[in-house]
């Protein structure tokens, strides 16, 4: 039978693998710093960091069931150098902080979450698929664009004796609660999860009372803990136990709130934590949270919104008065640091060798600090002969002292003894022990706030919408319901980037199912990418849920699935389909022998493919040099042989033997017409001659035809596509209707004009419609401009980007918080970021990078990756690379500027705006066709809703050996009213060649 014990417990530590900390935060350092403090249960910290598991399975072994102790070998040695009387035995505990950086309810959230487990390897699976998830391998406390939500699901998945404790709950940049990023009830954050929450960490600038004002959180146990970044800061904030001495003893005594299994906290006075006041820290603006309420949360120095703190946040949920004391409540206890109060006898910092010297005798005298500090006899405390120790801690036992609220990053200070005091105590006249003068410019401002004239304050930007034209179908421009009640006439839309392409292509749908009461399955929609075509389901399933599922069986689809569906349906098709990979391989071997090279052969046959010919008819049509036909034609008909012996054809020969079927039986291609009387079309200017026949097939006389696109952005000619196809529309269908799309409702207005001179050049009399934003339209009041931005290298560049996604993300830690002046109008998560290339391997820099800042990204490489152990049948036709993102998931997109097309992100940062990367040559000096490389850019710029920046850099690694780079000539067309030009100062630090180890205390 296990016996009870009384002890204490410091359970959210990291390790010397997470930012900001002590070079020898390691197993060892928290041993001895845990017995010198009177810690009988440390967390490990950080068990995500694969160096760290590795080191905790090294050095430990298991005790009590669910802990862990120190291997005896190591022990034996470390319990030489602590003090005899604060030798006692400690246990570790499996614990890991990560932070979630999310959007949930249309707003970023930032928490940080603790989670525990009893096994190593219960960790290492939970590890395994974090990893899956995320980037786990460049910080102790990983980064992750994931909803804390799902995340305690994906805990409980993996182990449910596991526990999840949101960290300090409070604290404004990266919590729960708090007032930058949080939510106001546990339920908002954890959904139908929340009853897994049953305790919370109250942090440093909060207490018990604090929480107890809040009636929604006592059904939690709160637990206080120091967050340790270095030994000697373990057991500021401590928890106390009384339980059986085991992980499972722990999380019991907490689930049930057993309050004669857990008493509860032992804190530091929540005034002296980092966020307790409201305030600006570079200002040097401290106030309460009436003082801010009074000048509605501005600062009164630099005119931006202040960092409301703790107090403010618990007064604004707080349905108590302050004081109130609930029935049934944990114990507390409130101390000063020996640390800090020895620093205030003797004058000196903290970590100075006086007050080490001083802490050192009095754990050597008296034994464990927690112990020194509440429950050591003041008789006991004065034998240890420290000058005014014993008359300290009695004053903090009283809570007679003084306290300097901390703000915005800053700690608070503490004031034991004021100066006449501490004269009197000593006897003496000296300036040894009296309290030294504050510099008044230093001192923090806590009374009387300046008047601040609304003038001077910058209030966040809310762009309003005009107005919006009266239309008869609901949110609809007057275009836009034109479309949808066009009818038995083929209809072209031509549509700009942002114009609610998609959305009208849906709503006619939708309209003809409800209102003309067309039997959806007489519909077909294609597209080009599995994305585009789940979207459009979605969209017309969310617009008919209140249909019956009948009536919403439309056939949406990409070109290539089509065809699939058909060849299986009509034909006794059986064979399977060659991914990309299989299909490369086997043009190699086709290629075996030859003087061609595979990439050139495979290109040539998939273009001619595309333009319905086999092999049996080419005759290079033009694409290579006389003497290589019969080369390239040998190896055609080679790689069909491979592909028919392995049962297998490729993506195009699904659309071919479609096309061909259709041709040669009539009977079915009028069964297929009957079938499907309304044909949708998305992204018209990008198909090739093959779907352009397809499509022509299907929709007969076009009579029930609706193609959608937008001439600029055809971008693909390199396989096979031709913008010619829409421009033919009215002489296929001489009955056909036109209309154009060119309200804009994604980008600035800055972003369009800067896209539209562009494409039109210096072509003054271009017929081009401008596209017009429904954004911020009166230019007397926009601000934004496109950022140029240049760097040194490629590095430089990634370096560059990387930061300023972490400072528009308002900060990944709360170093980078306190280390740059955030002041956002709006706020963004990972997701809303873009990094396009137009090359894949400027990808590379990007992704070392990004890893090693932790930074949440996706990108072709990884994901492809990831993507092989997926369902056969959903690989088989994934053929664009866009296809390969997971676009719910919180990261940076890394991507190449065509997978970019259709998407849309707030930010958008094009990389690599240089010759012979925008316009592209692969010899460095031809450019195979100028217009689609610029509409290509075009493309890239108008991905962008809010901020468009355009990188280029001086020199960049280019196949081994650095070159100087020139500019973009693209850039030149963009007006200088509209650009902002910005240089990065990113310098490669030079490492030192050996690393300070820093001392324990």
Not at 353 to 358: M, Q, R, Y
Not at 362 to 375: I, Y
Not at 650 to 666: A, Q
Request: net charge positive.
């Amino acid at each position: 039978m296990s016996k009870k014990i009384k002890f204490i417990t410091d359970l959210h530590v990291h390790s010397k693998f997470s930012r900001a900390t002590a070079k020898n935060l390691d197993l060892e350092h928290l041993y001895m710093a845990a017995m010198i403090k009177g810690i009988s249960v440390v967390g490990t910290g950080d068990f995500t960091y694969p160096a760290w598991i590795a080191e905790i399975e090294e050095k430990l072994e298991p005790a009590e069931p669910g802990l862990f102790k120190l291997k005896h070998e190591l022990r034996y040695e470390l319990d030489k150098s602590v003090p005899k009387l604060c030798r006692n035995k400690v246990r570790f505990i499996l614990q890991c902080e990560i932070s979630n950086i999310y959007k949930k309810h249309d707003r970023v959230r930032k928490n940080h979450n603790l989670i525990f487990f009893p096994d190593i390897e219960i960790v290492k699976e939970f590890n395994s698929r974090l990893d899956k998830i995320g980037n786990i391998k460049s910080d102790g406390r990983p980064i992750l664009g994931l909803d804390a939500e799902n995340l305690l699901d994906l805990m409980l998945t993996v182990d449910d004796t596991g526990f999840f404790i949101p960290a300090h709950i409070w604290t404004p940049w990266f919590s729960m609660f708090g007032s930058k990023s949080g939510f106001d009830t546990i339920e908002e954050c954890f959904g139908s999860l929340s009853k897994h929450i049953f305790a919370a960490e109250t942090g440093l600038s909060s207490d018990l009372p604090m929480n107890f004002r809040v009636k929604n959180l006592d059904n939690l146990s709160f637990i206080s803990n120091s967050d340790a970044h270095s030994p000697r800061f373990l057991g500021r904030n401590a928890s106390v136990f009384n339980t059986d001495l085991s992980y499972f003893g722990i999380r019991e005594a907490l689930e049930k709130k057993d309050l004669n299994k857990y008493h509860g906290t032992i804190d530091m006075h929540p005034e002296l934590g980092k966020y307790h006041y409201d305030g600006h820290r570079k200002c040097n603006v401290c106030l309460n949270p009436v003082q801010s309420l009074e000048i509605d949360g501005i600062c009164p120095e630099c005119g931006k919104p202040l960092t409301l703190g703790v107090l403010n946040r618990v007064q604004k949920l707080a349905n108590r008065p302050e004081g109130f004391m609930p029935d049934n409540r944990h114990g507390y206890q409130t101390i000063v640091p020996l640390a800090d109060i020895l620093s205030e006898i003797f004058e000196v910092g903290p970590n100075t060798k006086k007050v080490n010297t001083n802490f050192n005798k009095a754990v050597e005298t008296l034994g464990p600090e927690l112990e020194v500090l509440l429950s050591k006899s003041i008789k006991e405390i004065e034998a240890a002969n420290i000058p005014l120790l014993a008359r300290a801690i009695g004053k903090m036992r009283k809570g007679m002292i003084k306290t300097s609220p901390g703000f915005d990053g800053e700690f608070g200070k503490v004031q034991i003894f004021d100066p006449e005091e501490k004269k009197m105590l000593k006897g003496e006249n000296q300036t040894l022990f009296s309290i030294k003068g504050v510099d008044e410019k230093k001192q923090s401002k806590t009374l009387a706030p300046k008047k601040v004239s609304k003038k001077n304050i910058t209030r966040p930007i809310v762009t309003k919408q005009v107005q919006k034209r009266k239309t008869q179908t609901k949110g609809l421009n007057k275009e836009q319901t034109k479309i949808i009640q066009t009818d038995g006439h083929p209809l072209i839309v031509e549509a700009g980037p942002g114009t609610g392409k998609t959305r009208t292509l849906t709503e006619k749908i939708a309209f003809l199912i409800s209102a003309k009461k067309i039997e959806s399955s007489y519909i077909l929609a294609l597209t080009f990418t599995n994305k585009a075509a789940n979207e459009m389901e979605q969209r017309l399933k969310k617009m008919m849920k209140n249909q019956t599922e009948q009536t919403v069986s439309v056939c949406t689809a990409t070109f290539h699935s089509f065809c699939l569906m058909i060849l299986k349906e009509y034909t006794s098709f059986e064979l399977e389909i060659a991914d990309n990979d299989t299909r490369e391989s086997l043009i190699k071997q086709a290629c075996k022998n030859k003087q061609i090279k595979p990439a050139k052969a495979d290109l040539i046959i998939q273009k001619e493919k595309q333009s319905l010919h086999s092999f049996a008819d080419y005759d290079a049509h033009g694409t290579t040099k006389a003497h290589e036909d019969q080369a390239i034609k040998g190896i055609w008909q080679k790689y069909q042989d491979l592909l028919s012996q392995q049962n297998l054809v490729d993506f195009e020969d699904l659309i071919l033997m479609t096309v061909n079927l259709l041709l040669e039986k009539n009977e079915l291609l009028l069964k297929l017409q009957r079938r499907f009387v309304y044909v949708f079309v998305d992204e018209y200017q990008d198909i090739n001659k093959a779907q352009y026949v397809l499509i022509k097939l299907i929709a007969g006389n076009g009579r029930n035809l609706m193609v959608i696109g937008d001439p600029d952005q055809s971008i693909y000619g390199f396989r096979g596509s031709d913008n010619k196809y829409f421009k033919q529309f009215a002489n296929d269908f001489p009955n056909s209707k036109k209309v154009t799309l060119n309200i804009n409702y994604r980008s600035t207005q800055t972003i369009l004009d800067a896209s539209f001179q562009l494409i039109t050049g210096s072509d003054k009399t271009s017929s081009k419609q401008q596209i017009f934003s429904v954004l911020n339209t009166d230019i007397s009041k926009r601000k934004e401009k496109i950022i140029i931005m240049e760097t040194a290298s490629d590095q430089a560049e990634a370096v560059a980007v990387g930061k300023m996604i972490e400072a528009l993300v308002g900060g990944t830690s709360f170093l980078s918080i306190e280390s740059q002046n955030i002041n956002m109008d709006k706020e963004y998560s990972f997701i809303d970021f873009a990094v396009l290339f137009r090359t894949k391997k400027q990808a590379l820099v990007f992704e070392k990078i990004f890893e090693k800042a932790n930074i949440p990204f996706q990108s072709l490489s990884k994901e492809k990756n990831n993507a092989l152990n997926k369902d056969k049948e959903l690989k088989e036709l994934w053929n664009h690379e866009q296809d390969f993102f997971k676009f719910e998931a919180e990261k940076v997109s890394l991507m190449s500027i065509h997978a970019s097309k259709g998407l849309e992100f707030p930010v958008v940062f094009v990389a690599g705006c240089e010759e012979t990367f925008i316009p592209f040559s692969k010899n460095g000096e031809t450019i195979e066709d100028i217009e689609e490389e610029k509409r290509l850019f075009y493309v890239a710029m108008t991905r962008a809703k809010d901020i468009l920046c355009l990188t280029h850099s001086k020199k960049r690694m280019i196949f081994g050996k650095t070159c100087e780079r020139k500019k973009s000539r693209f850039l030149s067309a963009i007006e200088d009213n509209i650009k902002q030009h910005q240089k990065s100062n990113y310098k490669k630090r030079i490492k030192p060649k050996t690393a300070e180890q820093l001392e324990l205390f």
